[in-house]
């Protein structure tokens, strides 16, 4: 379910990335953000925010969706020819709920207990990164009795990010705020 070549990227450095975000989800969002182009609006902009944020609320990027209905678990991540859609199905099944505009995606999940679970190709750092993320939220939402939500699409440059780590004070905002894990990419 939405791979990578599913959105259609064209070869240019900024289009070889794909974003995605993974939340908590502890009630249904209104109606008019449970669409692939609205979440993936949602998560842009939060993406822009991250980067500027300098103090913990500025991190309720939508006030009226952050933390009344996401929390999110991790920042914006970032990968190379990679989305991870495919792998959530393969370690917690079909999506209770998904979508998508041929340019973005998103899956609901009920969360299960994820512990030992290895995906069928474990090779690329991303499904690695992916696997901890998945394994850190299935965790954090089967506690606090919420759904697992994960919002993608193409865009954005995974080159400005992978040669740095995410600053120290922000990252501390970040886990002030409810994040489980701070750093944009799998290291």
């Not at 182009?37 to 939508?62: C, G, I, W």
């Not at 917690?92 to 998904?98: A, F, I, K, N, T």
């Not at 954090?140 to 994960?150: D, G, H, R």
């Not at 040669?163 to 750093?183: A, H, I, K, V």
Request: aromatic share 12%; glycine share 4%; charged share 20%.
């Amino acid at each position: 379910m939405y791979p990578y070549s599913y959105f259609k990227p064209s070869p240019t450095d900024w289009e070889t990335t794909f974003a995605y975000w993974i939340c908590l989800l502890s009630k249904p969002l209104p109606k008019e953000t449970v669409n692939a182009t609205a979440l993936q609006s949602v998560m842009s902009f939060h993406y822009s925010v991250e980067e500027q944020a300098y103090k913990p609320d500025m991190l309720r990027s939508n006030k009226e969706l952050i933390p009344k209905y996401l929390r999110p678990v991790a920042p914006v991540t970032l990968t190379h020819r990679w989305a991870p859609f495919e792998l959530g199905v393969e370690l917690l099944g079909s999506p209770v709920e998904h979508g998508t505009d041929g340019q973005s995606a998103y899956c609901i999940w009920k969360p299960e207990y994820l512990g030992h679970a290895t995906p069928e190709q474990d090779d690329s750092e991303h499904e690695k990164h992916a696997l901890f993320l998945f394994r850190l939220a299935a965790s954090a939402a089967l506690t606090s009795k919420e759904k697992i939500l994960v919002i993608g699409s193409p865009g954005w440059s995974i080159e400005h990010e992978r040669n740095r780590m995410m600053n120290p004070d922000t990252s501390l905002m970040m886990l002030e705020s409810g994040y489980l894990y701070t750093e944009r990419i799998g290291r």
